[in-house]
């Protein structure tokens, strides 16, 4: 199995440009996220999914919107990328949104926002 | 306020020695605590949940809850330099929210 698959694995964009970035995950599994990490900061949630048709915001969701299109599928989407954005980014599921699930990781988007 | 601390480290250990990693977090309604593994340029893997006080093994590893105190530790037994990589403690039920807080994580090195 796959598991969590984000794409792409890179991206540099300017100052104002937008773009999607996508994840999927075969699992089947009810529960996606949106996670940054910035140097010396962790983990910080931008936005969730906890079933198909819903999203919520996390800790840091300016500048971002979400579309879980279905089960599989969550997608992040930069409207207007800042510098402030450059970051690496993961997606991941858990089977329930409940307390002890575990979490199941893509393998990163490394964002540069020039 | 939910928040989960770690000493950033680095964490520096000979080859088999025991590494002992701390996280402490301030809600105490936490339910569910997890250690995250992250390799430099990977994502992170789950090695070790704990939910009840007390301790959990897992082959080399250990994982330590007392919630009274509000600290939930990892310990690595014969550290190996495949150790080497940061540690992410995360707390879930804090606030009442099923949703992951993580700590800023902490970097091992295991030397030979």
């Known amino acids: 199995n796959a598991g969590v698959t984000q794409t792409p694995k890179f991206q540099v964009l300017k100052t104002g440009q937008s773009m999607t970035l996508q994840c999927a995950q075969d699992m089947n599994h009810n529960s996606m996220y949106w996670y940054r990490q910035d140097p010396g900061m962790g983990l910080r949630l931008i936005y969730y999914?906890?079933?198909?048709?819903?999203?919520d915001k996390g800790e840091v969701p300016n500048g971002y919107n979400v579309s879980r299109l279905n089960k599989r599928e969550f997608s992040l989407r930069l409207e207007s990328a800042a510098p402030s954005q450059t970051s690496v980014y993961f997606c991941a599921s858990t089977r329930y949104s409940t307390n002890n699930e575990k979490l199941f990781f893509g393998s990163g988007t490394q964002l540069s926002v020039l | 306020q939910k928040e989960v601390e770690q000493n950033s480290g680095p964490l520096s250990v000979p080859e088999g020695a025991i590494a002992s990693l701390n996280c402490t977090y301030s809600?105490?309604?936490?339910?569910?605590f997890f250690w995250y593994r992250q390799y430099s340029g990977k994502s992170p893997e789950l090695i070790m949940s704990i939910y009840s006080n007390g301790d959990k093994e897992d082959g080399r590893f250990t994982a330590q809850l007392n919630k009274a105190s509000q600290y939930v530790s990892l310990l690595i037994r014969d550290s190996q330099p495949s150790d080497s990589a940061t540690y992410l403690c995360a707390v879930n039920g804090a606030g009442g929210s099923y949703i992951p807080t993580f700590g800023r994580g902490t970097s091992l090195i295991v030397h030979p």
């Open positions: 999914s906890a079933s198909e048709g819903t999203t």
């Open positions: 809600d105490r309604v936490s339910q569910s």
